[in-house]
């Protein structure tokens, strides 16, 4: 058999393999497949009224247009900052890299909160927007903030190792040739590194869509307005409807699946096209 | 083209990379930057390129100061050491490259474009391999299509660093010889840089020995191998023996063995006496078994490798020095030696610079 002869230095395909299906298998598979029975058990005319109920459509429409606008915005500033990073020595680029990490560690409502302080119309940046017109807590606006806050870090910790192992040379050789900074940015970088900004934004979006413990401070949570579907389901579960709350779960479960199987064809797709 | 480079200084941090350097490349030449790594050679190049600002000095492209000229707009071709090739377009499209990014209106059609590429494809012999990516290709085909999206822009300077650094000794050897037909063909101002004297002295028209920055020599591969202006220079350019010792009365002075130096070398003393170092090519020196008096030293056989065109015959001198003899088979098999045995080394020529103190 083809695996036997596959020598490796860590022993154990059986047990490496069995390790991952039991781990698939216990966090993953099981609790999500409980939210496929259990919302199988109410009947598709109930399923449909609860789904399409204007609260939780508009909780819908807020949730994925936040987070794909936030993923949007997310690959372009983690772009820059994984770019800054990689290409300029400078002083304080240790701190600065550690410091980009941080939102992965912050308890997401340590976040929410500090995040509403300083954007309420009184906080320490609010009170600057608030009289050009912007308010930021409390709106839709204050969403895609929060949003923003913990879906930079996965950009930046795609894109960063694929420009460090671009080679400055391709720029050189580029600019020897005659192309202005604009194309080789267009012909010669954007190219090799649009894979990886992909994955950071299909990493950013998901993330966006399950994020619950930034947004709920910052958004203020009105009905139809800065409701998003993470509280929603809190909300039905708080109320004992564990089926409401499955069903709402399931929409979001299906809805993100495909944008994510979509995001990973189209960057499966532009890798191949790059021959990387 | 014609390039001027006048006294040139660069430095990085603490590290000076070029300390006044001055060089002229006539039009239709092919020179050789020749020196180790942190020699400068390098910087130089890039420097010429455009890629690399000096501190001070003057680059003159056909008498015009081009110091302040962009790389773009220089119009040099620049060959990398890892060909720096953009894997994501196949080789076609590396090559269309530089004249798909020329502004609009000198911009050629597709298919000016289509038909340049192919001249270039058949050109360096891949035409073949047109719609394949780098990644497909071995090394030598990657720097042979470096090559070609370099020659595309219709450059007046060729600039290769390191071209064949990368690359085996066959492949290395292979396109040594092919690169110096096509700039026979082409007769492009061109400037290679290499640490390899062989790649050096086999494919310039002249070669300039570099070392800490400065230019040591400036020459055609016969007058830099065999008038070396200085220690540094013979001691690079192919295999040699050192001996340090010491000069009196035309006699060198090695531990207790007195030597000879025969009238070439004599001349070139002039005289004088002091601290030396004597040069000795490997294939320079001859084994007999007696002695030629002063003319010969003993040593002892350590060990012999007879593979090769020339077999290699390391000895050990009565002075402790290594010594490396190299004999032709024919001599080899006359003499009949072997390890252990105590022989006599003459040297048919050898050169003494005379330490500067």
Known sequence: MALKQNRSILPGFGLAMGITVAYLSVLVLIPLSTIFLNTAHMGWHHFWSVVTSPRVEAAYRISFGASFLAAIIDSMLGFIAAWALTRYRFIGAGILDAIVDLPFALPTSVAGITLTAIFANNGLIGSLLAPLGIRVAFTRLGIVVALIFVGVPFVVRTVQPVLQELDPELEEAAETLGATRARTFARVILPAIVPSVLTGFALAFARGLGEYGSVIFISGNMPLRTEIAPLLIVIELEQFDYRAATAIALVVLLASFVILLAINLLQRWTARTYAL | ?357
Not at chain 2, 68 to 73: D, L, P
Not at chain 2, 239 to 259: S, Y
Not at chain 2, 299 to 306: F, H, K, S
Request: glycine fraction near 8%.
């Open chain 2, 1 to 357: 083209m014609s390039v001027e480079v006048r006294n040139l200084v660069k430095k990085f941090g603490d590290f000076t990379a070029l300390s006044g350097v001055s060089l002229r490349v006539e039009t239709g030449e092919l020179v050789a930057l020749l020196g180790l790594s942190g020699s400068g050679k390098t910087t130089l190049l890039r420097i010429i390129a455009g890629l690399e600002t000096a501190d001070s000095g003057a680059v003159h492209f056909y008498g015009a100061d081009a110091t302040a000229i962009s790389v773009r707009e220089r119009k040099v071709g620049f060959v990398f050491q890892h060909y720096a090739l953009f894997r994501h377009m196949t080789v076609f499209e590396n090559i269309a490259f530089g004249l798909r990014v020329r502004p609009r209106a000198h911009r050629p059609s597709q298919a000016e474009i289509a038909q340049r590429v192919h001249e270039l494809l058949k050109l360096v012999q891949l035409d073949f391999l047109a719609s394949r990516y780098p990644s497909q290709l071995s090394g030598g085909q990657r720097q042979r299509v470096a090559l070609a999206r370099a020659l595309a822009v219709e450059p007046k300077v060729l600039l290769l660093d390191e071209p064949f650094g990368a690359l085996d000794a066959k492949v290395r050897q292979e396109l040594r010889r092919w690169l110096k037909r096509l700039h026979q063909e082409l007769r492009i101002t061109s400037v290679f840089v290499t640490h390899d004297q062989d790649e050096a002295l086999e494919l310039a028209d002249r070669v300039v020995v570099m070392n800490a920055g400065k230019i040591e020599q400036i020459g055609t591969p016969e007058e830099v191998y065999h008038h070396p202006v200085n220690a540094f220079v013979y001691n690079f350019l192919g295999n040699v023996n050192l001996f340090h010792g010491r000069i009196e009365n035309g006699k060198v002075h090695l531990g207790d063995t007195i030597l000879e130096l025969g009238s070439a070398e004599r001349q070139s003393v002039n005289g004088a006496s002091g601290n030396a170092a004597l040069y000795m090519r490997p294939h320079l020196l001859e084994i007999d078994r007696t002695s030629r008096g002063g003319k010969s030293f003993r040593a002892t056989v350590r060990a012999i490798n007879a593979a090769g065109p020339q077999v290699k015959v390391e000895l050990e001198a009565d002075w402790g020095d290594p010594v490396q003899v190299e004999l032709d088979h024919e001599r080899y098999r006359d003499l009949a030696i072997e390890p252990g045995e105590s022989v006599f080394v003459c040297p048919r020529q050898s050169r003494v610079f005379i330490y500067q103190i």
